[in-house]
Structure formats: C-alpha cells, structure tokens
C-alpha cells in the first residue's frame, strides 16, 4: 500500500481540471456552430423570401429544408391548410414512396387523434418518439399520418402548427428514420421557422392586397381618363370599363344593358365570350325570373354562385339560351340614377367562382362610373342641341332682321334649320 502523494493529487486534479475545460470547450463550440448553423439558416431564408417577394413556394422549399438538416432529420413536409384538410406545398429529403403519395395526393385529412391533426386542432407542437408504437401504425391504411409515415420508414416525428392570429394556417412535421426525440432546442428551432412561415404569408398577402389596391386604382384612373377625354361618347368609356372588369374580376364576359324599347339592350361589352353572348343575346326581355332583370327592378346587387343552378326555375327564351352556354359564377349591378335603375352591369365566370365581398363593391364602383359616363353624354348632347337651336334661333332673328317685310328669305332660314335639327332629309313649308 503506497498512498498517492499530495503533487500526485494535485496534479489529477489539475487534469480534471483540464477535462472540464475540454468538456466546456467542446460544448460551447457546439452551441457556437449550432448558433451559427441557425443564423445561417435565417439569412438563407430572409434571403429567399426578399428576392421572392409575394411568392411562397421558394420561401416554404427553403425553410423546410434549412428546418429538416439543422433538426437533423431525414425528411420533412410544409402543409397549409384549404378548408378542413391540409395541402402539402414543400417536401425536403422525402423518399420516394412518400414523394410519390404525396403528389397523388396533396391534400390530407388528419383525423384529430393523429400527431399532425392534434397539432393543428390545439395548436400546440406534438412529437412521437416512435411512431412504430402507435396503435394504428400496424393497420394504416390509405393516406393516413401512420401510412405515411409508413412509405417513409419513418420513426421519431414532430409536427409544429402554424399560427395566425391565434387561427392555425398550416403544420411542419419533420421526420427521422431512427428513434431519437428532437432535443427542446429543435424543437423551438423548428417552432421559429414556422413563425418565419406564417410571417411569409403575411407578408404575401398584404403585397397581393397592395398589388390588387394598385392595379384597381389604376384601372379606375384610366376609365375617369377616357370619361373625360371623350364625355360625349359613352359607348368607349363603357367598353373600357367592361374591359378592366373582364381583367380584374377574372370573367369571361361583362355587359352593359339599358332599358330600351322594353328590352334590356346591350351597348358595351368585354371579355373572351362576349362576341357570342351580343350574339345570342343582344336584347333580354323582361322577363321577371331572370336574375338580371330582377336586379333592375329592384334596384339592388344580384350574386349567384352558380347560376346552372337557377335556370331550371326560370322562364322565357332567355333561360333557354342560356343553358347552352358557360355560364356559372354571376354578378348583376343595377346602374343606378336618381334613385332609378336605368339597366344594369352584368359579370359572368365560367366556373363556379363565388364573387367576393370586395370585388361586388369594386362592381358598384364600376357601375357609378358607368352611370357618369352615360350621364355626361346625355347632358353634352342636350346641350349641344340647345347651343344648335339658339343657333338656329339667332339666324332666323338674324335673317328678319336684315329682311324687314320679306317673308321669303325668313321662311327659307327657318325651314332650312328645323331640316337640320330634325335631322330631316328635305321639307317643305
């Protein structure tokens, strides 16, 4: 028995010592290259999603796989939610049975007991460290989590919600072929990239919306540039505006009608159909049934999602007419006047394609534009035909004027310009 000495101790410790050192070394290097690695992963995507702006797909393939090798995952999926089901819009590292299903297959519902469907029924991220335990991986079948994960040979997945305004828009799960839970760290990680996500979305959103502002502001510009450059020809400022609409609103047809001998007349029109509606359809009678001219009649907007639909309650050669063409999604707005409507503007889809709230109020924009149109040129040319007969007035006042007692010359005058202002071919007095 030989006791180590007091130098011995000293120097086990001091390379204890050392150790130690090693260890935090190694550790802080390793949260240093971590912290890196993320911060590298941010740019990457700040990147993306400044040089993509509005446009989510690149933005989504760069964070789902930035997510999937920093989590050191194997492969990963970004869904985004269309109604009740989940449409996957990035796949990173996915083997090919699971790419393959989940091209045949975009959109998923995952029940509520599932991983993926817990996570966005809660909102709260879930993880399973092995999805082999689960009651229902032994029976999947058909496009369920378990079957998928199935085609993945996966085992340990998380799957993170991602949350708007306290309203969940999409998940990312991501996937490992061995059992290993992610670490809290990857976790909040994988968390911080599906803000980034819904940031995105954000983002694109709000520069549609500002696109969407822009382009109808221009398009009102430009339809107030033609009402004033040519106010005495209301045909031009129509076929512009049914133009712009045909454009904005995505239709296949937009019509201007007014009332006219009985009839609802068409005097402008726009859009791929529109050559065969004026066609078929140059006048619409008034038929009480048809949508159209109920919304004269009453004076109010008329949107139909689909108006196959409807026609079979409909009456009249006008509904038999139209079952022969493709009309679905409509819209009819009254063109209104003192209160009256003087015929309407009709926007037709040839899908079914529900107009929405903002573009039906954009249609009433459109019409009041309308009605300034017709308006100006009513009231130019009534004033043209005043200034025409004070004109024809002044040259028979004229005329006697220079021809006291002589009645020839005077009657000549008058009969000459009420020819002209009747638009008469010859007369006689």
């Known amino acids: 028995m030989r006791p180590f000495t007091d130098k011995q101790i000293a120097l086990v410790q001091n390379f204890a010592a050392q150790a130690v050192i090693a260890i935090e070394n190694t550790r802080l290097l390793n949260e240093l290259r971590q912290s890196l690695q993320q911060q590298t992963a941010t740019a990457d995507v700040l990147k993306v999603i400044s040089s993509s702006p509005g446009e989510l797909v690149p933005v989504f393939q760069a964070m789902l796989e930035n997510a999937t090798q920093i989590c050191e995952a194997k492969f990963g999926t970004l869904y985004l939610r269309e109604g009740d089901g989940l ?90 072929q061995e059992v290993r839970p992610f670490s809290d760290k990857q976790v909040e990680l994988l968390t911080n990239f599906a803000a980034q996500a819904v940031i995105a979305i954000e983002n694109a959103r709000l520069l549609s919306e500002l696109r969407e502002s822009l382009d109808r502001q221009t398009a009102t510009a430009d339809i107030l540039r033609v009402i004033a450059s040519t106010p005495e020809d209301s045909k031009r400022a129509l076929d512009t505006i049914a133009e712009t609409a045909a454009r904005i609103f995505a239709a296949s047809n937009v019509n201007f009608r007014r009332i006219e001998d009985n009839v609802l007349r068409m005097f402008g029109a726009a859009g791929p159909s529109a050559t065969r509606v004026r066609e078929l359809l140059p006048d619409f009678p008034l038929e009480p049934t048809d949508p159209a001219v109920r919304s004269v009649f009453e004076n109010r907007q008329i949107a139909i999602e689909d108006r196959r639909t409807t026609l079979p309650n409909e009456r009249g ?34 899908e079914v394609r529900p107009f929405q709230e903002d573009e039906l109020d954009l249609m009433k924009g459109f019409a009041d534009q309308a009605v300034i149109a017709i308006e100006n040129a009513r009231l130019l040319n009534e004033l043209r035909e005043s200034l025409e007969q004070q004109t024809a007035t002044s040259e028979v006042l004229r005329v006697i004027s220079s021809s006291p007692g002589e009645l020839e010359p005077v009657f000549q005058a008058m009969l000459a310009n009420a020819t002209r202002l009747c638009e008469a071919k010859f007369g006689a007095l």
């Not at 998380?158 to 708007?164: G, L």
């Open 87 to 176: 449409r996957a819009v990035a796949l990173h590292g996915a083997p090919p049975a699971y790419a393959e299903e989940r091209q045949r297959h975009p959109v998923i519902y995952p029940g509520r007991t599932t991983l993926l469907g817990q996570a966005v029924a809660t909102k709260r991220t879930g993880q399973i460290a092995d999805i082999q335990d689960e009651a229902d991986y032994a029976v999947a079948s058909g496009n369920t989590g378990a079957q998928l994960a199935k085609l993945g040979s996966a085992r340990t997945v998380v799957a993170v919600p991602m949350v708007r305004e306290d309203e969940p828009v999409g998940a990312i799960v991501i996937y490992r």
């Open 317 to 350: 050669e006008i509904a038999r007419v139209l079952r022969d063409l493709p009309i679905r999604s409509q819209a009819f707005t009254p063109l209104s006047r003192e209160g009256k409507a003087i015929g309407l503007m009709a926007v037709t889809r040839t």
